[in-house]
Every structure is written in C-alpha cells, then in structure tokens.
Nanobody, 121 residues
C-alpha cells in the first residue's frame, strides 16, 4: 500500500503561483510513477503531470506545459507541483496518485484525498 497526502492548495488570483506537495509513505517508490490529476466541478478528472520516481522523467498535459513543473524530493518522499501563471480555468481539486510501473497497466492504484485550488480572475 502507498499512502498519499496532499497539501498546499488555496485561493489565489490569476497570475499567481502555488506549490502543491504530496507526501508518500508505505512503499519504496523507485518503481513508481507519481502523478497529479485535477477535477473541476462538473468535469471529468484529467491528467496534469507525472514523474517517474526512478529516473525523473516527466510528462505534462498540454494545458499546463510551460506553466507547471513537477519535481520530487527523494529524501522527503515528496512530490511537488509548482504552478505558475495560474488561470481561473486551473481551478479544481488536485489529486496526487501513484502507479507501479512494474505492473505495466498504467492504472493509478493509489490516490490522495485531494486539495482545492481556486484561482480568481
């Protein structure tokens, strides 16, 4: 089991920055891909960014490329999502998730409880 706890959400204005954190525990993460998803009211959950814990490779949704950056701190078992130039359309609940790359299904089996990000115009 992998436990994930997010933090860092809040209410900001358009153009501001925010950094989300996701602390992982319970398993060695070297074979995991950690990701951020978001879900806006009335919309489906969508992928935002991901990072492979082992090699640091990153992936981004087109909508956040150049504005968001995902990173990790091995010592703290923490994944971060630095969000810059925030837009009202970035408003959503942001979830941290993990998938074991050795299983090969790309199904995210572990999820955090989510943290609300609200961007006012």
């Amino acid at each position: 089991q992998v436990q994930l706890v997010e933090s860092g959400g809040g209410l900001v204005q358009a153009g501001d920055s925010l950094r989300l954190s996701c602390v992982a525990s319970g398993r060695t993460l070297s074979n995991y891909r950690m990701a951020w998803f978001r879900q806006a009211p009335g919309k489906e959950r969508e992928f935002v960014a991901a990072i492979n814990w082992g090699n640091g490779r990153t992936l981004y949704a087109d909508s956040v490329k150049g504005r968001f950056a995902i990173s990790k701190d091995n010592a703290e078992n923490t994944v971060y999502l630095q969000m810059n130039s925030l837009k009202p359309e970035d408003t959503a609940v942001y979830f941290c998730a993990a998938t074991n790359l050795l299983i090969g299904t790309s199904v995210y089996d572990y999820w955090g409880q989510g943290t609300q990000v609200t961007v006012s115009s």
